[in-house]
Antibody
Framework: EVQLVQSGAEVKKPGESLKISCKGS????????IGWVRQMPGKGLEWMGI????????RYSPSFQGQVTISADKSISTAYLQWSSLKASDTAMYYC?????????????WGQGTLVTVSA | DIQMTQSPSSLSASVGDRVTITCRAS??????LNWYQQKPGKAPKLLIY???SLQSGVPSRFSGSGSGTDFTLTISSLQPEDLATYYC??????????FGQGTKVEIK
């Protein structure tokens, strides 16, 4: 069974750093891109970026380029999303999802989400 | 960037009604269009990919159509468990996927 299990909720202060994780199981982790999606409170879905764990090739949405870093450790089948200096506006639910399909691509499996709260 | 515009933003319908949600792309995206369902407090779930292909395990009352710039998600007979927000998403731009703003479906 394909599963993406994300790390737990975080409460941080502005200026702090954070790294959240997404562990894949039940499939070949290095063969599928993993994407990250932000959902701010009461708002819609925003595509942040995507990584291919096989070679760590990474693409970012222009809106998130330079604001976050996406990485992966294929030895433990885990992708990461990190911030070096959080802002209150980073408060949101963050989802990871597996990209599938060809030539049409879609997210077929999603993690349960990680809620990040940034507050002084 | 390719912009995705959904309509309506919300709707209220009765059990058994036929419900239609539309999604328009700012440029042609062929059939590179997916639909997701997000129930309250849950992660999104893939319903339709490639504009009209039903994801495995999704009830057949869901269907998708369209190509180019105009797409439709139809629920043929609305059920109570279909209470959710529905999002379209384009994957034509391989390095920048975009979602529609969502359509909230409520049950009368």
């Amino acid at each position: 069974e394909v599963q993406l299990v994300q790390s737990g909720a975080e409460v941080k202060k502005p200026g702090e750093s954070l790294k959240i994780s997404c562990k894949g199981s039940g499939y070949s982790f290095t063969s599928y891109w993993i994407g990250w999606v932000r959902q701010m409170p009461g708002k819609g879905l925003e595509w942040m970026g995507i990584i291919y764990p096989g070679d760590s090739d990474t693409r970012y949405s222009p809106s998130f380029q330079g604001q976050v870093t996406i990485s992966a450790d294929k030895s433990i089948s885990t992708a990461y999303l990190q911030w070096s200096s959080l802002k209150a506006s980073d408060t949101a639910m963050y989802y990871c999802a597996r990209r599938n399909g060809h030539p049409t691509y879609y997210f077929d499996y999603w993690g349960q989400g990680t809620l990040v709260t940034v507050s002084a | 960037d390719i912009q995705m515009t959904q309509s309506p933003s919300s709707l209220s319908a009765s059990v058994g009604d036929r419900v239609t949600i539309t999604c328009r792309a700012s440029q042609s995206i062929s059939s590179y269009l997916n639909w997701y369902q997000q129930k309250p407090g849950k992660a999104p779930k893939l319903l339709i990919y490639d504009a009209s292909s039903l994801q495995s395990g999704v009830p057949s009352r869901f269907s998708g159509s369209g190509s180019g710039t105009d797409f439709t998600l139809t629920i043929s007979s609305l059920q109570p468990e279909d209470l959710a927000t529905y999002y379209c998403q384009q994957s034509y731009s391989t390095s920048l996927w975009t979602f529609g703003q969502g359509t909230k479906v409520e049950i009368k």
